[in-house]
């Protein structure tokens, strides 16, 4: 990759905000080959996008996104559970774990308070 293409992909992750396919097309102008390079860049792993949803290296879904822009997005520990998600309308769930991958706790932006700790 060129120095003045490495710097603009740089400027894009920096830049870009949710929704990101809307973005990279619309406002960037991306082509959809190009979008695993920045979005591994936004997530800081490597991705990889099936039907606007991404993946990562563990084949956990991080990101979704439908045409009308809304979003979910997704983080795992380093075990495969899911930790915490949050979507375009603003509802966020915060989960934790025990060693034997119990759920035990959960939160979410309802009020919503489950704790078996």
Do not use: A, C, H
Not at 32 to 42: A, F, G, I, N, R
Not at 51 to 64: A, K, L, T, W
């Amino acid at each position: 990759m060129n120095k003045k293409y490495q710097r603009y992909i740089e400027y894009i992750v920096n830049d870009i905000e949710l929704p990101y396919f809307i973005n990279m097309k619309e406002m960037y102008g991306l082509s959809e080959k190009e979008y695993p390079l920045v979005l591994s860049k936004v997530f800081n792993q490597p991705v990889t996008i099936k039907s606007n949803r991404v993946y990562d290296q563990n084949g956990n879904r991080i990101y979704f996104e439908n045409s009308d822009g809304f979003w979910e997005k997704y983080e795992y520990d380093t075990n495969g559970n899911k930790i915490y998600s949050e979507d375009s309308y603003g509802f966020w769930e915060k989960y934790e774990y025990d060693t034997n991958g119990n759920e035990i706790y959960y939160e979410d932006s309802n009020g919503v308070i489950e704790d078996n700790r």
